[in-house]
Nanobody, 116 residues
């Protein structure tokens, strides 16, 4: 199993980014996927999840209305669209398979920094 995140960067408050995670080594289409983030000195937190059928099953209150998760089964990719970014969104963002058999697999993450 491999998960490769990309798309992070430095953005000003109010800006947008689209994160991508390319997955391999498992049948991507039958699994739900999640995005997590970890800010310095804080625990990793769940940001959003999407089921194998494309239905969003979880959405952290802090990002509701601003972040959107979506899944492209043809490209084995899960995306996270980040809009109206705030400094408190600064973190390393990780994708993760939403199933027990994928629990041990994490990518390297992608850094998102929101600062003026």
């Amino acid at each position: 199993v491999q998960l490769v995140e990309s798309g992070g960067g430095l953005v000003q408050p109010g800006g947008s980014l689209r994160l991508s995670c390319v997955a391999s080594g498992f049948t991507f289409s039958v699994y739900g996927m999640s995005w997590y983030r970890q800010a310095p000195g804080k625990k990793r937190e769940l940001v959003a999840s999407i089921s194998s059928a494309g239905r969003i099953t979880n959405d952290a209150d802090s990002v509701k209305g601003r972040f959107t998760i979506f899944k492209d089964n043809d490209e084995n990719t899960v995306h996270l669209q980040l809009n109206s970014l705030k400094p408190e969104d600064t973190a390393v963002y990780y994708c993760h398979g939403a199933a027990p058999e994928l629990a041990g697999y994490w990518g390297q993450g992608t850094q998102v920094t929101v600062s003026s």
